[in-house]
């Protein structure tokens, strides 16, 4: 079992940051990925962001490219979402991810490839 916990989240003007954090507790190992997906109101769930513990690649949406950055720390007990010049359409809930067999993995993780969920946190992008 994983568990995962999201903070970070608020209300922001446009071209403000923020940064998202989620504590991951439970049964870890280095073969995972970690990702973010937000949803917005009425959309469905969407591929943000992800990182290999494994081999430190990372994937981004085009749309948050240049603007987000994900990391983690080497214990592998926290990832991060650096979220700078943000837009309203950023708005949504952001969810934090876990893909277990994640290694070797090459591609970006859509919602189907991961297998432990947070509840996720509120981010407010206001013009």
């Known amino acids: 079992q994983v568990q995962l916990v999201e903070s970070g989240g608020g209300l922001v003007q446009a071209g403000g940051s923020l940064r998202l954090s989620c504590a991951i507790s439970g049964r870890i190992f280095s073969n995972y990925r970690m990702g973010w997906f937000r949803q917005g109101a009425g959309k469905a769930r969407e591929f943000v962001a992800a990182?290999?513990?494994?081999?430190?690649?990372?994937w981004y949406a085009d749309s948050v490219k240049g603007r987000f950055t994900i990391s983690g720390d080497n214990a592998k007990i926290t990832v991060s979402l650096q979220m700078n010049i943000l837009r309203p359409e950023d708005t949504g809930v952001y969810y934090c991810?876990?893909?277990?067999?994640?290694?070797?993995?090459?591609?970006?993780?859509?919602?189907?490839?991961?297998?432990?969920w947070g509840k996720g946190t509120l981010v407010t992008v206001s013009t």
């Open positions: 990182i290999s513990w494994s081999s430190g690649n990372t």
């Open positions: 991810a876990a893909d277990i067999h994640g290694v070797g993995k090459i591609y970006a993780p859509s919602a189907g490839d991961m297998d432990y």
